[in-house]
């Protein structure tokens, strides 16, 4: 499952907006499985900060969540023709993408990082279990400088998609910030989307 964003220069949310999430039936952050069918979830057009390529910088190449049993290759993502946020496409039910347009993971701001929830069918994904992370769990980066970052988790929180703080997920530069989202909640057959957003805030330890 994953979500999916659409710009307005960024006008980003719903992240992960990949393109296929599956079957949602849950009333709480996906804790049961998805059905059938698949998805794409879209978000409502909303301003959020100009977007800066990122240029000469140590890029993710693996995201590392113990707690969750994550150890993922993390692709390179842009904005789509069509304003959304593109998803993994080398291996996309098991890979994470990186928002290349924005903050790279260990620089001031806010990266973000996004994954399937599930895949066609209903069976989990790379971020099935990211709904599980609690405040102090670890997050690790490794770059491609052969660097490894340890982020901790801060936060765990859902938002319904017009609600989001896209400020705060892709815009916040007072620190050194890590964000991971994906989509939750009910799928909504008529809007073609879940009900939820998930976001898992994280900042740089060392």
């Known amino acids: 499952m994953f979500v999916r964003l659409r710009f307005s220069m960024l006008a980003l949310f719903c992240v992960m907006a990949l393109s296929g999430c599956g079957m949602f039936s849950t009333t709480t952050l996906g804790t049961s499985r998805p059905t059938s069918a698949t998805h794409t979830a879209h978000s409502a057009p909303t301003p959020t900060p100009q977007a800066t390529a990122v240029q000469n910088i140590a890029y993710p190449t693996r995201l590392l969540i113990p707690a969750i049993g994550v150890n993922s290759a993390v692709e390179k993502v842009t904005i789509l023709a069509n304003g959304d946020l593109a998803t993994p496409t080398i291996h996309p039910w098991d890979d994470t993408g990186w928002y290349d347009l924005g903050t790279a993971p260990?620089?001031?701001?806010?990266?973000?990082?996004?994954?399937?929830?599930?895949?066609?069918?209903?069976?989990?994904?790379?971020?099935w279990y990211l709904r599980n992370l609690s405040a102090g769990d670890a997050v690790m980066v490794t770059n491609s400088q052969g660097k490894t970052l340890h982020f901790r988790v801060t936060q765990v929180a859902a938002y319904p998609p017009q609600q989001a703080p896209l400020q705060n997920i892709f815009g916040n530069n007072s620190g050194k910030y890590l964000n991971l989202i994906t989509c939750a909640g009910d799928w909504i057959p008529s809007q073609h989307q879940t009900t939820l957003r998930l976001v898992v805030y994280t900042t740089l330890v060392s």
Do not use: C, K, T, Y
């Open 106 to 127: 260990g620089e001031r701001g806010s990266a973000v990082i996004d994954g399937h929830l599930d895949r066609p069918g209903g069976a989990a994904a790379v971020f």
